[in-house]
């Protein structure tokens, strides 16, 4: 009773002898209660549980320990620190020391001690075992075992972020409850992981969350997006509907809002055609997902189904064609598909009705060339096309004419012993036989070129080409007047050249003249007539 009263008297000195607290320390551990009491010689060391529970008294140099704590108490009597050992929950609380110096001085201080459990068992639960985006609420419940627990929720390597409003946390001792109402695909892209922690010790779960949350179809579409306006029947064109979703989707497809017998995401044009669509219509396709069961349809594409030019071929006159005589029916034909374009090429290059002689028909199909004439002879082609195929066909046109004025290619002079040559020739459909005459006697030679292998000087005359056609019966002739010269005489220079010649040599001759008299007017001396 003596020394409460001295306590009462002396409580508010040494108020800092004990660390503040809470001190913390595991189950079944120990833990030591430091002082910061120095040089003081304490004579009396009293530890007081919560107040009332006597721990252990130091005095005289005796140690007390209370029957609830022997043999887990010891104290250090220098300094008035307190060792508990093989710590139970029901140690935690407010630890009192009040001391008494050799002096007299009372010193006190109290402290907080926290047992703690160590963090176990932690694990993830989910009310539901999948979830449907938008149309969910997932509930994820942490829980653990331990003392003072909190928890922490880790979607990959990022914190889970809660927005009071969709996404929240409640938390109670023992568990964290993580909800997520209208569930996106991205809240749990995962794994989830959960922390647990106090004081001392953290644990975070040991399996990865992760939950499947279904979604879509998104973004249906179909490619190609812009299909051209007609398809080539047979063509390998196909559509593909594509969409975002989980699990896949599957697929229907329309034809004007009709829908079409299939359920793959790829449309043939066998599967149109089966269908009977050929004409100008507008396709789609709309995407279900089994799970969420929502279906989108995808933007329209349109086209139609065209069939492709098979052939064509030209009729044309299968006759002998006379030139101002003869008239010309080219027929274009067509087999197979729609023919849309019809043109018309000669040689090439497109064929107009540039002259009255060439008419077209309305369709474009044949043309008309009335009179023929030699400039129709040619290659004469035929193209017909439409929106999907180009073919076509041509024809070789020959118009007979001529032969018209022939001409007569050679030497007027040349040399006795010289090779000569005679070339004649005339525009002429067929190509027109040729005789020759010297002086108006024929010669045996009805080749294009006359041969003279060595002239002679009787071989001087006039020469005559005479070019037939034996279909048009037409005879040309033309004249050639060769001079057969003696041996060198067509070597010298040229007249122009000998006159060059000449007025150099005058020119020269009179610089030399005037030299000589300008000399000899310097060297002889004059005599005066004086």
Same mark, same amino acid.
């Given at each position: 009773m003596c020394l409460c009263g001295l306590f009462s008297a002396g409580c508010c000195v040494g108020q800092g002898i004990l660390p503040e607290g809470p001190v913390a320390a595991l189950v079944g551990g120990n833990v030591t209660l430091k002082t910061t009491i120095t040089d003081q010689n304490p004579s009396v060391i009293i530890w007081t549980f919560n107040g009332q529970i006597s721990v252990a008294t130091f005095s005289s140099g005796n140690l007390k320990v209370a029957p609830a704590y022997t043999g887990r108490v010891s104290l250090n009597p220098t300094d008035g620190s307190l060792t508990l050992s093989a710590l139970k929950p029901g140690d935690s609380g407010d630890y009192i020391l009040n001391v008494i110096t050799s002096d007299g001085t009372t010193l006190a201080g109290e402290t907080k001690l926290q047992v703690v459990e160590p963090v176990s068992d932690v694990v993830i639960k989910s009310n539901v075992p999948d979830a449907i985006e938008y149309n969910s609420t997932v509930i994820l419940t942490c829980s653990a075992k331990g003392t003072s627990l909190s928890f922490k929720w880790i979607n990959g390597s990022m914190p889970i972020v809660f927005d009071s409003t969709r996404i929240t946390e409640i938390k109670t001792n023992l568990s964290s409850m993580l909800t997520i109402k209208n569930v996106l695909r991205t809240d749990l892209v995962g794994p989830i992981y959960c922390t647990a922690s #106090?004081? @001392?010790?953290?644990?975070?779960?040991? /399996?990865?969350? #992760? @939950?499947?949350?279904?979604?879509?179809?998104?973004?249906?579409?179909?490619?190609? +997006?812009?299909?051209?306006? $007609?398809?080539? +029947?047979?063509? /390998? $064109?196909n559509l593909t509907c594509s969409a975002s979703s989980l699990p896949p989707a599957s697929f229907t497809w329309y034809c004007n809002g009709t829908m079409i017998g299939t359920s793959s995401s790829i449309l043939t044009l066998d599967m149109i055609k089966a269908q009977g669509y050929t004409k100008a219509a507008n396709y789609t396709c709309r995407a279900e997902n089994p799970k969420s069961k929502r279906n989108v349809a995808s933007p329209a594409v349109s086209f139609a189904i065209m069939e492709g030019i098979s052939s064509v071929k030209i009729i044309g006159p299968t006759g002998v064609l006379i030139a101002d005589n003869s008239t010309a029916n080219l027929s274009c034909q067509a087999t197979g598909g729609t023919v849309g374009d019809i043109d018309w090429l000669k040689d090439g290059k497109p064929l107009e009705p540039s002259s009255p002689r060439v008419v077209f028909a309305a369709d474009g199909s044949s043309i008309l060339i009335s009179p023929l004439q030699k400039d129709d002879n040619g290659r004469f082609t035929c193209r017909v096309s439409n929106d999907v195929s180009s073919k076509e066909a041509h024809y070789i046109m020959q118009v007979v004419y001529g032969p018209e004025q022939p001409t007569i290619k050679a030497d007027k002079a040349v040399e006795v012993n010289q090779r000569v040559e005679l070339t004649c020739s005339a525009p002429s459909v067929p190509p027109a036989n040729y005789t020759w005459k010297l002086n108006g006697t024929a010669t045996t030679t009805t080749a294009a070129v006359f041969i003279i292998t060595s002239a002679a000087y009787k071989d001087t005359g006039t020469y005559t080409c005479e070019a037939r056609n034996i279909i048009t019966g037409k005879t040309t002739t033309t004249s050639h007047n060769l001079s057969v010269r003696g041996e060198g005489t067509l070597d010298g220079l040229s007249d122009g050249a000998i006159a060059g010649i000449v007025i150099a040599v005058i020119i020269a001759v009179a610089v030399v003249v005037v030299g000589v008299w300008y000399y000899c007017r310097q060297k002889v001396p004059m005599s005066s007539p004086y």
């Amino acid at each position: 009773m003596c020394l409460c009263g001295l306590f009462s008297a002396g409580c508010c000195v040494g108020q800092g002898i004990l660390p503040e607290g809470p001190v913390a320390a595991l189950v079944g551990g120990n833990v030591t209660l430091k002082t910061t009491i120095t040089d003081q010689n304490p004579s009396v060391i009293i530890w007081t549980f919560n107040g009332q529970i006597s721990v252990a008294t130091f005095s005289s140099g005796n140690l007390k320990v209370a029957p609830a704590y022997t043999g887990r108490v010891s104290l250090n009597p220098t300094d008035g620190s307190l060792t508990l050992s093989a710590l139970k929950p029901g140690d935690s609380g407010d630890y009192i020391l009040n001391v008494i110096t050799s002096d007299g001085t009372t010193l006190a201080g109290e402290t907080k001690l926290q047992v703690v459990e160590p963090v176990s068992d932690v694990v993830i639960k989910s009310n539901v075992p999948d979830a449907i985006e938008y149309n969910s609420t997932v509930i994820l419940t942490c829980s653990a075992k331990g003392t003072s627990l909190s928890f922490k929720w880790i979607n990959g390597s990022m914190p889970i972020v809660f927005d009071s409003t969709r996404i929240t946390e409640i938390k109670t001792n023992l568990s964290s409850m993580l909800t997520i109402k209208n569930v996106l695909r991205t809240d749990l892209v995962g794994p989830i992981y959960c922390t647990a922690s #106090n004081s @001392l010790t953290t644990k975070t779960t040991t /399996t990865p969350f #992760n @939950l499947t949350v279904y979604y879509g179809p998104d973004d249906v579409t179909i490619r190609p +997006a812009n299909p051209p306006k $007609f398809v080539q +029947a047979g063509s /390998t $064109f196909n559509l593909t509907c594509s969409a975002s979703s989980l699990p896949p989707a599957s697929f229907t497809w329309y034809c004007n809002g009709t829908m079409i017998g299939t359920s793959s995401s790829i449309l043939t044009l066998d599967m149109i055609k089966a269908q009977g669509y050929t004409k100008a219509a507008n396709y789609t396709c709309r995407a279900e997902n089994p799970k969420s069961k929502r279906n989108v349809a995808s933007p329209a594409v349109s086209f139609a189904i065209m069939e492709g030019i098979s052939s064509v071929k030209i009729i044309g006159p299968t006759g002998v064609l006379i030139a101002d005589n003869s008239t010309a029916n080219l027929s274009c034909q067509a087999t197979g598909g729609t023919v849309g374009d019809i043109d018309w090429l000669k040689d090439g290059k497109p064929l107009e009705p540039s002259s009255p002689r060439v008419v077209f028909a309305a369709d474009g199909s044949s043309i008309l060339i009335s009179p023929l004439q030699k400039d129709d002879n040619g290659r004469f082609t035929c193209r017909v096309s439409n929106d999907v195929s180009s073919k076509e066909a041509h024809y070789i046109m020959q118009v007979v004419y001529g032969p018209e004025q022939p001409t007569i290619k050679a030497d007027k002079a040349v040399e006795v012993n010289q090779r000569v040559e005679l070339t004649c020739s005339a525009p002429s459909v067929p190509p027109a036989n040729y005789t020759w005459k010297l002086n108006g006697t024929a010669t045996t030679t009805t080749a294009a070129v006359f041969i003279i292998t060595s002239a002679a000087y009787k071989d001087t005359g006039t020469y005559t080409c005479e070019a037939r056609n034996i279909i048009t019966g037409k005879t040309t002739t033309t004249s050639h007047n060769l001079s057969v010269r003696g041996e060198g005489t067509l070597d010298g220079l040229s007249d122009g050249a000998i006159a060059g010649i000449v007025i150099a040599v005058i020119i020269a001759v009179a610089v030399v003249v005037v030299g000589v008299w300008y000399y000899c007017r310097q060297k002889v001396p004059m005599s005066s007539p004086y």
